[in-house]
């Protein structure tokens, strides 16, 4: 099932901030579970305007970063179109060759279940790894990963995509 | 020292938006001591296109509309502070993408209310 979760995000003030609050609940878990709570904060990209106004747009929902490591996670969510698994991730460095340079993984996305899952994964790694492993075998059952490296963009393939056919289409 | 610039000497607001994705990779930064206008930023924006090739710029034609969308929000509602990034994609094609970084300082503040006229 592909259900997108909280699809009006961009409509409902509620709807968003559940949606944020779905992003950071995940986020918490991992790094407790990494013990590394202490060295990470959220809210790291200000995502209010000058007079105070929370943006709700999406763009990020999520953000976090580790000052100690110099090291960030951006999560940029889109609204539902045809596709609910619309997935992408690549590194970036916010403020290259500046001091306040931060290496940042960025997750754009559609949230459902799925995309959820692998938006874990791929943070539990970076955080873990500060690197993305993207060839090794995957934990979530229901996914595979192929990668089509492209100058340092990866595309996440989820199974059901190869099954139908869109994975050739992808690598030619 | 002069007004607006930070202890360590480098310009008070500093930022940068960028055009990248495929083999593009090009950027209009700007590193001053008074915060960008909204005019300002949307120059930048121009500035930005006349860099990218027509197929480059076919392809961002929706992001840097968003952007532009973006600035004119930001504006009416009193502007940003740092740390800003902002990626807007151009959605169904791979890395196609126009990023807002604001790294220190300010974007598109509100013009400070003129002082009144004193009466004759």
Same mark, same amino acid.
């Given at each position: 099932?592909?259900?997108?979760?909280?699809?009006?995000?961009?409509?409902?003030?509620?709807?968003?901030?559940?949606?944020?609050?779905?992003?950071?609940?995940?986020? #918490? &878990?991992?790094?407790?579970?990494?013990?590394?709570?202490?060295?990470?904060?959220? #809210?790291?990209? =200000?995502?209010?305007?000058?007079?105070?106004?929370?943006?709700?747009?999406?763009?990020?929902?999520?953000?976090?970063? $580790?000052?100690?490591?110099?090291?960030?996670?951006?999560?940029?969510?889109? &609204? +539902?179109?045809?596709? +609910?698994?619309?997935? #992408?991730?690549?590194?970036?460095?916010?403020?290259?060759?500046?001091?306040?340079?931060?290496?940042?993984?960025?997750?754009? $996305?559609?949230?459902?279940?799925?995309?959820?899952?692998?938006?874990?994964?791929?943070?539990?790694?970076?955080?873990?790894?500060? &690197?993305?492993?993207? =060839?090794?075998?995957?934990?979530?059952?229901?996914?595979?990963?192929?990668?089509? +490296?492209?100058?340092?963009?990866?595309?996440?393939?989820?199974?059901?995509?190869?099954?139908?056919?869109?994975? #050739?289409?992808?690598?030619? | 020292?002069?007004?607006?610039?930070?202890?360590?000497?480098? !310009?008070? @607001?500093?930022?940068?938006?960028?055009?990248?994705?495929?083999?593009?990779?090009?950027?209009?930064?700007?590193?001053?001591?008074?915060?960008?206008?909204?005019?300002?930023?949307?120059?930048?924006?121009?500035?930005?296109?006349?860099?990218?090739? !027509?197929?480059?710029?076919?392809?961002?034609?929706? !992001?840097?509309?968003?952007?532009?969308? @973006?600035?004119? @929000?930001?504006?009416?509602?009193?502007?940003?502070?740092?740390? /800003?990034?902002?990626?807007?994609?151009?959605?169904?094609?791979?890395? /196609?993408?126009?990023?807002?970084?604001? /790294?220190?300082?300010?974007?598109?503040?509100?013009? !400070?209310?003129?002082?009144?006229?004193?009466?004759?």
């Amino acid at each position: 099932m592909n259900r997108s979760l909280h699809p009006d995000f961009l409509k409902s003030a509620q709807e968003y901030d559940r949606a944020a609050a779905l992003w950071k609940q995940r986020f #918490d &878990e991992i790094v407790r579970g990494l013990g590394q709570s202490w060295l990470w904060q959220t #809210d790291w990209i =200000e995502t209010r305007s000058g007079n105070g106004t929370e943006l709700r747009d999406g763009n990020p929902i999520f953000s976090a970063i $580790c000052p100690e490591r110099r090291l960030g996670i951006r999560i940029v969510q889109l &609204e +539902p179109e045809a596709d +609910p698994l619309e997935f #992408d991730f690549w590194m970036d460095f916010f403020a290259q060759g500046e001091a306040e340079e931060v290496k940042e993984l960025v997750l754009s $996305c559609v949230l459902s279940l799925e995309t959820l899952n692998i938006a874990t994964d791929l943070m539990r790694q970076w955080i873990n790894d500060e &690197e993305l492993e993207l =060839e090794r075998p995957s934990r979530l059952p229901l996914f595979t990963e192929v990668t089509v +490296p492209q100058q340092g963009y990866y595309t996440y393939i989820p199974l059901h995509a190869r099954r139908r056919g869109r994975l #050739d289409a992808l690598v030619a | 020292m002069s007004p607006g610039s930070s202890k360590a000497g480098k !310009p008070k @607001h500093r930022g940068r938006i960028q055009a990248q994705g495929g083999d593009t990779e090009k950027s209009v930064p700007w590193a001053q001591d008074a915060p960008p206008t909204e005019s300002e930023m949307l120059e930048k924006c121009d500035l930005l296109e006349e860099q990218l090739t !027509p197929p480059e710029l076919r392809d961002r034609e929706q !992001p840097l509309a968003d952007l532009r969308r @973006h600035i004119r @929000h930001l504006a009416a509602a009193g502007g940003g502070w740092a740390p /800003i990034a902002k990626t807007f994609r151009k959605r169904g094609a791979r890395a /196609i993408r126009v990023d807002l970084e604001v /790294i220190a300082g300010a974007i598109c503040l509100p013009d !400070p209310p003129q002082p009144e006229e004193p009466s004759p």
